[in-house]
């Protein structure tokens, strides 16, 4: 009995790139519904936030009016985390044109703002609390350290992705047709510095 046709037809090989694909990735697009969730999860935080800011006779509490500066180091570690986003840009476009170098080198200094602004906001955060604004310090002090602190936890999620992304990268995993993975964590490193500029308009600029 002759085999099946299928079987005697040779496989033809479809490269798994990103540059042979057509639409979206698939870490790309689970990375974008992941991201939507967040935005959700932000959202209601930031309403919380208002209702209680509607609701309080004064805001900022006038003792803490002097520790909400944002020199000297909110300021400059909000330039960096905003830096980071363009050099993690540079990197992911030096991966497309081929350059694996190119795109190391700005991961890895994209990741290394990424610890700056932790290590900036660990030191904000021991200040203020040697000033007295503690988490139980009033509603104020709770909203702030709630919102700062889930979006801290979001950067260290995203300085983890951009180390395994740099781990792989390392290993010779991607090239310009497969970048699904590092594009992935950009995006998610960038919806993280668009979070944080929203809170600091917030908390520093409105107020």
Excluded: C
Excluded at 88 to 97: C, H, I, P, T, V
């Amino acid at each position: 009995m002759s085999a099946p046709t299928a079987a005697l037809t040779p496989a033809t090989h479809l490269p798994d790139t990103a540059a042979h694909r057509k639409g979206i990735g698939t870490p790309v697009l689970g990375m974008l519904l992941f991201i939507t969730s967040e935005v959700m999860f932000f959202a209601g935080l930031f309403a919380a936030y208002f209702s209680i800011r509607g609701a309080a006779p004064e805001w900022p509490p006038v003792q803490f009016e002097e520790v909400l500066k944002i020199f000297p180091l909110v300021g400059p570690a909000t330039v960096l985390l905003i830096i980071s986003s363009f050099t993690g840009q540079l990197g992911l476009r030096s991966l497309r044109r081929g350059d694996r170098t190119g795109f190391i080198r700005f991961y890895a200094i994209t990741m290394a703002l990424g610890l700056t602004f932790l290590v900036m906001q660990g030191i904000d955060y021991a200040i203020l609390y040697s000033e007295g604004m503690t988490l139980d310090a009033g509603t104020f002090g709770t909203t702030y350290y709630t919102l700062t602190g889930f979006h801290g936890a979001h950067v260290i999620g995203g300085v983890i992705m951009l180390g395994v992304v740099l781990y792989r990268g390392l290993a010779g995993q991607f090239s310009e047709r497969h970048y699904d993975a590092p594009e992935a964590a950009l995006l998610y490193w960038d919806f993280v510095d668009i979070v944080w500029i929203v809170l600091f308009t917030i908390l520093y600029v409105l107020p």
